[in-house]
């Protein structure tokens, strides 16, 4: 595995591991450059109603589908750790 890939890796497993603190940086650096391109008027009306509307979206599944989401993974670990002699590698 090159540097770089190596790199990118972690990122992603990191990026699985809190999806808050990417999704929550994902969403303040879109909602920064909207603020910046509609100052520019270099966005169009349309593609600021949808970006809003998917930040919307994407809150919601902050605030809802990951915590269900990683209650699902630590129960799929306590049942590995139970049922398996190796259980899965740094569960949640």
């Known amino acids: 595995m090159t540097p770089e890939q190596e790199q990118r890796f972690n990122q992603l ?3 699985i591991r809190d999806p808050y603190a990417s999704l929550e940086g994902a969403i303040h ?7 910046t391109l509609q100052s520019q008027h270099t966005i169009s009306n349309l593609r600021v109603r949808q970006a809003k509307v998917l930040i919307q979206i994407m809150q919601l599944t902050l605030r809802q589908q990951i915590p269900a989401n990683l ?14 002699p190796a259980p899965l590698a740094k569960c949640a």
């Open 71 to 84: 209650r699902l993974i630590q129960a799929l670990c306590a049942s590995e750790k139970s049922s398996s």
């Open 29 to 35: 650096e879109l909602e920064h450059m909207i603020w």
């Open 13 to 15: 497993l990191a990026e």
